[in-house]
């Protein structure tokens, strides 16, 4: 369950992967037909062109930059989730996804659609998109690392492609709400809302008990795997007494296969041989 919520970070980042496909054939120009005969084609014309004066469309140029503005900015987006996996944790990056994402979904909602693009409307749009690229790589390591340190062994392979897949996911989500609502400024609405609603889910969410355990958290961690139904082994956290539990288990088999020819029957993990004499005195005692 973890991983699932989890994976649901990436839902509406990938939503950002299949807009462009929806809002430019709402954006580009209004194409007019030259084979018709001239009167209606004088009509069409004008028409197209007083259509295209009330709405806000894009040039061949700026379609492609808000096309490809958010793939460019991905990379920015796993920078700053390698960062914030060590320094705020695996849900606290989770978490962080939100912020550009909202704020690029609003913008890209909120732009003036009763004009030409000028200047400032085009710049607001690419800021929105470049917001939702850094969104996107923001999202694609933070469930993965979580699902692999909540997961049992024997099913952490499964669980890692769960975020791939919610990726996906949204990029059909984009497709299917393209076709159902009113508009493309509806599906970037859709985004904003999405990505709220994810965040109040991430923060049902338990952290990773190795990220708690590097933090010297011990106790917490412990309670995240006894919570989780896991073993501090299995996620690659130890407690202390685990640690202490499994050197004196490895000092016993050290003992039992040495030679008792050296003079040293008892082991201490900190590796001091005694004399057998005095641990003979001992154990009469």
């Given at each position: 369950?973890?991983?699932?919520?989890?994976?649901?970070?990436?839902?509406?980042?990938?939503?950002?992967?299949?807009?462009?496909?929806?809002?430019?054939?709402?954006?580009?120009?209004?194409?007019?037909?030259?084979?018709?005969?001239?009167?209606?084609?004088?009509?069409?014309?004008?028409?197209?062109?007083?259509?295209?004066?009330?709405?806000?469309?894009?040039?061949?140029?700026?379609?492609?930059?808000?096309?490809?503005?958010?793939?460019?900015?991905?990379?920015?987006?796993?920078?700053?989730?390698?960062?914030?996996?060590?320094?705020?944790?695996?849900?606290?990056?989770?978490?962080?996804?939100?912020?550009?994402?909202?704020?690029?979904?609003?913008?890209?909602?909120?732009?003036?659609?009763?004009?030409?693009?000028?200047?400032?409307?085009?710049?607001?749009?690419?800021?929105?998109?470049?917001?939702?690229?850094?969104?996107?790589?923001?999202?694609?390591?933070?469930?993965?690392?979580?699902?692999?340190?909540?997961?049992?062994?024997?099913?952490?392979?499964?669980?890692?492609?769960?975020?791939?897949?919610?990726?996906?996911?949204?990029?059909?989500?984009?497709?299917?709400?393209?076709?159902?609502?009113?508009?493309?400024?509806?599906?970037?609405?859709?985004?904003?809302?999405?990505?709220?609603?994810?965040?109040?889910?991430?923060?049902?969410?338990?952290?990773?008990p190795v990220w708690l355990r590097n933090?010297?958290?011990?106790?917490?961690?412990?309670?995240?795997?006894?919570?989780?139904?896991?073993h501090a082994v299995d996620t690659g956290?130890?407690?202390?007494?685990?640690?202490?539990?499994?050197?004196?288990?490895?000092?016993?088999?050290?003992?039992?296969?040495?030679?008792?020819?050296?003079?040293?029957?008892?082991?201490?993990?900190?590796?001091?041989?005694?004399?057998?004499?005095?641990?003979?005195?001992?154990?009469?005692?």
């Amino acid at each position: 369950m973890v991983a699932l919520g989890g994976s649901l970070t990436a839902l509406a980042p990938g939503m950002s992967m299949g807009f462009s496909a929806v809002a430019l054939p709402q954006l580009r120009p209004l194409e007019v037909s030259t084979a018709s005969p001239a009167a209606i084609g004088q009509s069409v014309a004008f028409n197209s062109s007083a259509r295209d004066a009330t709405r806000l469309t894009l040039a061949h140029d700026d379609a492609a930059w808000f096309t490809t503005v958010t793939m460019a900015s991905t990379p920015v987006g796993c920078i700053i989730a390698g960062y914030l996996n060590d320094k705020w944790g695996r849900k606290g990056a989770m978490l962080a996804v939100a912020f550009p994402g909202i704020a690029g979904w609003l913008l890209v909602a909120l732009v003036p659609t009763n004009a030409l693009a000028t200047s400032g409307i085009f710049q607001q749009l690419l800021v929105g998109r470049a917001l939702s690229g850094i969104a996107l790589g923001m999202s694609s390591s933070p469930a993965c690392i979580l699902a692999g340190e909540t997961s049992a062994p024997s099913i952490r392979g499964s669980v890692l492609c769960l975020n791939s897949l919610s990726i996906c996911a949204g990029i059909l989500l984009a497709y299917f709400l393209g076709a159902v609502l009113p508009g493309w400024q509806s599906v970037a609405a859709f985004g904003a809302i999405l990505t709220g609603l994810v965040a109040l889910v991430t923060l049902t969410l338990p952290e990773s008990p190795v990220w708690l355990r590097n933090q010297g958290r011990f106790g917490d961690a412990e309670w995240v795997c006894s919570q989780l139904g896991l073993h501090a082994v299995d996620t690659g956290v130890l407690t202390d007494k685990e640690e202490e539990a499994r050197k004196n288990k490895t000092m016993v088999v050290v003992i039992n296969n040495s030679s008792r020819e050296d003079g040293c029957t008892q082991l201490r993990l900190r590796n001091l041989c005694f004399p057998r004499a005095k641990i003979h005195n001992t154990v009469k005692v």
